[in-house]
C-alpha cells in the first residue's frame, strides 16, 4: 500500500513557476513508476508527465512538454513537478500516482494508487 500526499498548489500569475510535490509513504517507493495527471471539473483526467523508478525514462504530456519538469527523490520518497511559463489552461487539481508495474505508462487507468490532489490555479 502506498499512500501519496501533493503539496506546491495554489494561485498564481500567467506565466510564474511553480513547483509541486508529491510525498508517499511505503518502504518500495523506488519501485513504482511515479506519474502527474491533472484534471478539470466536467473535463477528463489528462495525463501530464510520469517518470520510472530509476528516473531513465520520462514521458510528457504534449500540451506540456518543454515548460514541465518531472524529477524524483528516492530517498526522500518524493516527486516533483517543476512548471514553468505558467497558462490559464494549465488550471487544474493535480494528482500524482503511483503503479506498481515497471512500464512508464501515460493512462490513468494504469495508475495502481492516488493522492487526493491540489489545486493549481494561473490567473491571465
Known amino acids: 500500500q502506498v499512500q501519496l500526499v501533493e503539496s506546491g498548489g495554489g494561485l498564481v500569475q500567467a506565466g510564474d513557476s511553480l513547483r509541486l510535490s508529491c510525498a508517499a509513504s511505503g518502504r518500495t517507493f523506488s519501485s513504482y513508476v511515479m506519474g502527474w495527471f491533472r484534471r478539470v471539473p466536467g473535463n477528463e483526467r489528462e495525463f501530464v508527465a510520469a517518470i520510472s523508478w530509476s528516473g531513465g525514462r520520462i514521458y510528457y504530456g504534449d500540451s506540456v512538454k518543454g515548460r514541465f519538469t518531472i524529477s524524483r527523490d528516492n530517498v526522500k520518497n518524493t516527486v516533483y513537478l517543476q512548471m514553468s511559463s505558467l497558462k490559464p489552461e494549465d488550471a487544474a487539481v493535480y494528482h500524482c500516482?503511483?503503479?506498481?508495474?515497471?512500464?512508464?505508462?501515460?493512462?490513468?487507468?494504469?495508475?495502481?494508487?492516488w493522492g487526493q490532489g491540489t489545486q493549481v490555479t494561473v490567473s491571465s
Open positions: 500516482a503511483a503503479k506498481r508495474s515497471a512500464r512508464v505508462g501515460t493512462n490513468a487507468a494504469a495508475y495502481d494508487y
